[in-house]
T-cell receptor, first 108, second 114 residues
């Protein structure tokens, strides 16, 4: 099976840089993805880092350490609109397993 | 416009009354999947499909069925819904090939089973 752990909440000010950590356990690993979700809406893709490549979007970048089963998402130049939930997700075989999510609150 | 469309968006129903949540994508994607989201638990995969007539169980398949008769459609069927299936459901699709392709999610379906 797969399990992922990430912090439940992070608070930061506008313009800051935020790092969201994710540790995972998986029986088969292909890559770590990150998604953003606003208020129960559709999750949107932010980043993928894995055996078959690296994909990042906009101000979001990611880091992966396969040896440590650890990765993080870096949110740069925080904006108020970045207040949302962020999920790490692990691809194992053909299944995608998500963490419980990190709520990021951006303060002025 | 590339999209994943789920219907209905909201549904309140009663225990035991069969229901189907439809999912359709217009991107000719081969991979489609269903997730449920509950507070504090993130998204959990119910079923996925690699292609037409190829489906497999995710992490929480009990009480659900799916079918994939056409590439664009992947309906989720609750034969006998129960209150513990009250949740927010998302359908998603992904382009061919590698896992670095982002999954495109529908807007979600809020199901309440009374």
């Amino acid at each position: 099976g797969q399990s992922l752990e990430q912090p439940s909440e992070v608070t930061a000010v506008e313009g800051a840089i935020v790092q969201i950590n994710c540790t995972y356990q998986t029986s088969g690993f292909y890559g770590l993805s990150w998604y953003q979700q606003h208020d129960g809406g559709a999750p949107t893709f932010l980043s993928y880092n894995g055996l078959d490549g690296l994909e990042e979007t906009g101000r979001f970048s990611s880091f992966l350490s396969r040896s440590d089963s650890y990765g993080y998402l870096l949110l740069q130049e925080l904006q108020m609109k970045d207040s949302a939930s962020y999920f790490c997700a692990v691809w194992g075989d053909y299944k995608l397993s998500f963490g419980a999510g990190t709520t990021v609150t951006v303060r002025a | 416009e590339a999209q994943v469309t789920q219907n209905p968006r909201y549904l309140i129903t009663v225990t035991g009354k069969k229901l189907t949540v439809t999912c359709s994508q217009n991107m000719n994607h081969e991979y489609m999947s269903w997730y449920r989201q509950d507070p504090g638990l993130g998204l959990r995969q119910i079923y996925y499909s690699m292609n037409v007539e190829v489906t497999d169980k995710g992490d929480v398949p009990e009480g659900y069925k799916v079918s994939r008769k056409e590439k664009r459609n992947f309906p989720l069927i609750l034969e006998s819904p129960s209150p513990n299936q009250t949740s927010l459901y998302f359908c998603a699709s992904r382009g061919p090939g590698q896992r670095n392709q982002p999954q495109h999610f529908g807007d979600g379906t809020r199901l309440s089973i009374l």
